[in-house]
């Protein structure tokens, strides 16, 4: 199993990584929106978990990149503490967002994550 961390706060994608490195899941983190859209095109990562709120190049841009260019069913989980329209979730649905989760994330919460989509 391979995880995806791409959030621009290097403390959360750090706590996360230990997170699932602990479960012997394999985990990258990356830093940069740019950096994380390459290796969203470019790799294949059972899971990816996608900050939304990021500067110059968002969590919505690379969204808005995947799906112009037809990037589909990545298993995105999306990290925010803005409020979405259901509207713009179903948007999310088409290039593989599976749930949209509120800033602070639990353990439990990422446990649950874990066993839902890393089996």
Do not use: W
């Amino acid at each position: 199993m391979k995880v995806l961390i791409v959030d621009d706060n290097e403390s959360i994608t750090e706590v996360i990584k230990d997170f699932f490195e602990f479960e012997n899941i394999e985990c990258k983190t990356i830093n940069d929106s740019q950096d994380g859209l390459n290796e969203i095109k470019n790799s294949n990562y059972d899971l990816i978990l996608l900050d939304i709120a990021m500067p110059n190049f968002t969590g919505l841009d690379i969204l808005d990149e995947l799906k112009r260019q037809k990037i589909e069913h990545k298993n995105i989980i999306i990290f925010t503490a803005s409020v979405f329209k259901s509207e713009l979730i179903n948007e999310f649905h088409e290039v593989g967002v599976k749930e949209v989760l509120s800033k602070p994330i639990s353990i439990e919460k990422m446990d649950q994550i874990r066993i839902k989509y890393l089996k």
